[in-house]
């Protein structure tokens, strides 16, 4: 209780009727401790450190006010846990399209980090119902959305989606500038980009879904705003995808051979496949295996 502030009458009363007491009862209970602490010359139960103390009228003070702060406290608990069982169900669902660590397909950073874009854009929508604003697709701009959700902190008092925030615009402006590669294609020299953050999305995505359930409260009347539309087969292709390209990859390697076989080809022939086989086949096959285990339920 050191350092606490008496709450004012209209939250005391609100907690301590919602919890079964009586408005009246109540009423005169904060006035009484109000008065109290008032004759002791202070509105905190404890005085800072070096102030004259009134111990009397302090310690008369401080055993009904921390009745009212530990109701405060249960009840707080309470709401907080009907609000996040209101919520989980929005939540769930949208956890349902979190980041996966798949490396995505995209011109430029804007492009490869959609994937967390979106996802904290249709959260966003869950506490607040103003829009964000979208181009013909659809897509939000990240650092638009990461502006909004800094603002829970005020919004919910969940401090940790400030340092979130920076977190994921400091990420972002680093993404922008790394990842790019000079490709070689004949006379020409152009840029290509590769994504080198999709770990770390999953992980921003992960933690704003926590705070997510630490906040609990969302809009009245809250919907889930639909995801933006991507082209999933390219941009983030299915493990379907990827199964069906490793039954490709060993398919035409077994066919390869069972032809050679067939046409008793030479030494040589054999020679040149046996060669080319592991060099063609084998990372392809390989890389699909692997790129499996981590991209998207279909």
């Known amino acids: 209780m050191q350092g606490e502030e008496l709450k004012s009458r209209a939250l005391v009363v609100a907690v301590a009727t919602a919890c079964g007491g009586a408005e009246e009862e109540w009423n005169l209970r904060w006035g009484l401790t109000y008065l109290k602490l008032e004759d002791a010359g202070r509105q905190k139960l404890l005085p800072k ?109 969940v401090k940790e989606w400030t340092a979130l925030s920076v977190q994921i615009l400091s990420a972002y402006e680093l993404a922008q500038h790394t990842g790019w590669y000079s490709m070689d294609s004949g006379p020409n020299v152009y840029a290509s980009y590769g994504d080198e953050f999709a770990h770390y999305r999953v992980q921003a995505g992960r933690k704003a879904s926590q705070l997510a359930r630490a906040s609990a409260y969302l809009a009245p009347e809250a919907e889930l705003a639909p995801a933006a539309a991507i082209r999933l087969d390219r941009y ?63």
């Open 49 to 157: 450190r070096g102030e004259p103390l009134d111990r009397a009228a302090l310690q008369e003070a401080a055993v009904d006010a921390e009745v009212l702060l530990r109701a405060i406290e249960v009840r707080k608990s309470e709401l907080h846990q009907l609000a996040l069982l209101k919520a989980e169900p929005l939540l769930a669902k949208l956890d349902d399209d979190l980041q996966t660590t798949t490396e995505k397909n995209g011109r430029k950073a804007a492009e490869c980090w959609v994937d967390l874009t979106d996802y904290l854009r249709r959260l966003v929508l869950l506490f607040s119902p103003d829009l964000v604003e979208t181009d013909s697709r659809g897509h939000a701009d990240l650092t638009v959305v990461v502006d909004r959700l800094a603002g829970f902190s005020t919004q919910t008092g």
């Open 236 to 298: 983030d292709p299915a493990r379907s995808a990827f199964r069906a390209s490793v039954i490709v990859g060993v398919f035409i390697g077994i066919a390869v051979t069972v032809a050679l076989w067939l046409l008793d080809v030479s030494a040589y022939a054999w020679e040149i496949w046996g060669h080319t086989a592991p060099i063609v086949l084998l990372p392809v096959v390989a890389g699909c295996a692997v790129a499996m285990r981590h991209a998207r339920r279909q």
